[in-house]
């Protein structure tokens, strides 16, 4: 069964804290990603992994920085959680384009982070 | 800039009716297009993909529909029920071994299908 695990379903946050959001999928996927959702502004890509230690910036980097140490785990860090970075943040694997036609992502269930 | 665009923030229909939900890009470079559905608190699931190289796709109540020279998509579900209220996003994909597979969401469209 495919499966995308986020760490955490909730956090709660205080502003200028460091954060670490987890990711771990164990499909062999090679891109991993990570969104977050703002009502009426969708699913805004922050940062995705093409491959271990590959990266590239998404529409919204600013303020987040990402890991991918290994394949099946990418990382999230809020260098200094502001209130603005309260969200839905989810994660995201699939094959990378050309290994597999389907290139379909599978979703974590998400964490709602909340800066106070 | 929004890629992919779904203008229609909201959507009411009634149960047994269908339900259109559209989706506009401007990339002429896209070559596969999906949708995903999303209920509160969990991440999205696929529904219902479709490549360039068609221009319908069909499963079960759920169709995409792709004009390609208007760069347009659009899914219908027919007949609509109740447990389709959800929040719809559309995304498009670049295929290829020479790229790498990024995955650009619109903004969403929130289903609501009374009984």
């Known amino acids: 069964d495919v499966k995308v695990t986020q760490s955490s379903r909730y956090l709660v946050k205080r502003t200028g804290e460091k954060v670490f959001l987890e990711c771990v999928q164990d499909?062999?996927?090679?891109?991993m990603f990570w969104y977050r959702q703002d009502p009426g502004l969708g699913l805004r890509l922050i940062y995705f992994?093409?491959?271990?230690?590959?990266?590239e910036k998404g529409d919204i980097p600013e303020g987040y920085s990402v890991s991918r140490e290994k394949k099946e785990r990418f990382s999230l860090i809020l260098e200094s959680a502001s209130t603005n970075q309260t969200s839905m943040y989810l994660c995201?694997?699939?094959?990378?384009?050309?290994?597999?036609?389907?290139?379909?992502?599978?979703f974590g269930q998400g964490t709602r982070l909340t800066v106070v | 800039d929004q890629q992919v665009k779904q203008n229609s923030p909201s959507l009411s229909v009634q149960e047994g009716r269908i339900s259109i939900l559209n989706c506009d890009y401007t990339?002429?470079?896209?070559?596969?297009f999906l949708w995903y559905k999303k209920y509160p608190a969990e991440g999205p699931t696929f529904l219902i993909s479709?490549?360039?190289?068609?221009d319908k796709n069909e499963d079960g109540r759920f169709t995409v529909f792709l004009n390609k020279s208007a760069k347009h998509l659009s899914l219908h579900i027919v007949p609509s029920q109740p447990g389709d209220s959800a929040v719809y996003f559309c995304?498009?994909?670049?295929?290829?071994?020479?790229?790498?597979?990024?995955?650009?969401f619109g903004q969403g469209t929130t289903l609501q299908v009374k009984p």
């Open positions: 499909m062999d996927h090679e891109n």
């Open positions: 992994s093409y491959d271990v230690k590959m990266k």
């Open positions: 995201a694997s699939s094959f990378r384009a050309g290994r597999a036609w389907t290139t379909e992502a599978f």
């Open positions: 479709i490549s360039s190289i068609k």
């Open positions: 990339n002429s470079m896209f070559d596969y």
């Open positions: 995304a498009a994909i670049i295929h290829g071994s020479s790229n790498t597979g990024k995955l650009i």
